[in-house]
Structure formats: C-alpha cells, structure tokens
C-alpha cells in the first residue's frame, strides 16, 4: 500500500500554470537542462535512468537525445503532466516510461532496476528536511556503484539578506525572458500574479507546498548518504544545481 503523503498538495491546476507558462518561470532553463546531463557520465551498458517529477518533460526528453543506449523513467505525481509528458515523448517508444508516485512515499524506492543516474528538477524542495534526508540516503541505495544524484532545485538562502537578492534576480530573470520570447510582459505578469516567487513572500506561510532547504544543508546530507564528489553545478536567482556520485569501489 502506498503511504499517504505528508506534504500539503500540488494540484493540477499548479501542473497547468506550469505546463502554461514554465518557460518564463525557470531560470535559464536550457542552460539548467544541459548542465544536468553534462553532470551525468556516458554508461557503459543500456541502463535506466530515473527522472523524479518529470513535469511537462523537457529534461526527460534531453536525457533520451544525450543518452540512446538508455531509458529513462520517468515519474511524476500529476496526472495532468504524466497525460502530457506520453503524449510530446510518444516517438521514444519503450525507451520511456512513466509512473505516478508521491515524492514523499517510500514504496518506488526499491525499483530492481539498473539505474546509472536520479535526476530531479524543482520539485524536492517539497519535502521537508528530514524527508529529503531520507530521499538522499534512499537514492544511494538505489544507485548502481558510479551512478550519480543530481539535483535542480530552489535552495533556501541563510538570511534575509540572501532572500531579497533572489527574490529581485528571479524576477528580472522572468521579466528578461518574457521579453525575449514574446516581446511583452504578459509572461512576467503571470508570474507576479500567480505567486510564483518563493522569495518574495513577506512572510513564511505554513500551508506552503514550498519548503526549500539551506544549499548548505543539502551538500552536508549528501554527503552523509555516503555519496562523493559533492559539488555545486550551476546557481541563479535562488535556483541550484548540484549532486554527487555514488562510490564504485571497483573503478580505478
């Protein structure tokens, strides 16, 4: 039986707004979905890669284009995405398949699966900090010896300071890019409209499905799973990309 969450909902309509209007929303998100496969060595055999809240399956479909010898499985709580994601990446055939989990559960972390890498893009910081531990010390188990966890996400800054900066870079961000597609700030107003600025909130919200923690923090737990070669990859506007790799004792 699959164990209830323990998170505060992301409905479908957050999986719309996303679907919508998440190319002006990320941070540069090419630039991020490169640097996630760049991240991830070339395996030496077919082996699965696991891509954790799949969303609308831009990172999953570069994974499939980086990686052919590999299949990806992707995993996403949203029936909205999971509808959307099968439908954009129908041409990959058997090379992709999807599952709907909860992220918080326990019961998709024993996948008897070869799997070379985890990769996961803005959705962990829906966990609190003792379920992200956990997440951490379950993807080392999980992990073929070389395989890597690389992670995409919001980090939560050390001081207001640090929220402030963020909060102003990932508005400009947006604006910027709402200018560069489209020419207008529709897209930038969505996102003010909508709420979408973590950082900008005057006050913590306890209700908030956001509960990002310190990058800090999450390079320490890491670390503490029993993965190496912890590092930082990338960081704007309150977003971070970083990971490490699990031991392969026979590797020279």
Known sequence: MQEPTTIPQWGEENSQDFIDYGKYFVPDREVQINCICDAISHPSK????????????????????????????ALDG???????????????????KTRQFD????????????????????????????EKQA??????????????FIIADLIEPMDQFGKRLAAEAWDEAVRQRSLELDGDLKGYDCFRELGWNHYAQSEPDPDSI??????????????????VDVDVFWMKAGHAIFGGRKPDPEAK
């Not at 969303?55 to 499985?73: I, N, S």
């Not at 923690?213 to 890491?222: C, G, I, N, P, V």
């Open 135 to 148: 997440l951490f010390k379950d993807m080392a188990s999980l992990l073929m010896p070389g395989g890597c």
């Open 78 to 96: 949203s029936q909205t995405m999971l509808a959307h994601v099968e439908k954009v990446l129908a041409a990959y055939g058997t090379r992709f």
């Open 103 to 130: 992220l918080a559960a326990t019961d998709w972390r024993e996948l008897r699966l070869p799997v070379h890498a985890v990769v996961s893009s803005l959705a962990i910081h829906h966990l609190d900090g003792p």
């Open 46 to 73: 077919p082996v699965y890669i696991l891509d954790l809240c799949c969303g609308e399956g831009l990172l999953t479909r570069a994974l499939l284009d980086k990686f052919p010898e590999c299949h990806v499985y």
């Open 210 to 227: 956001d509960k990002p923690s310190s990058l800090f923090d999450q390079l320490k737990w890491l670390d503490e799973a029993g993965f």
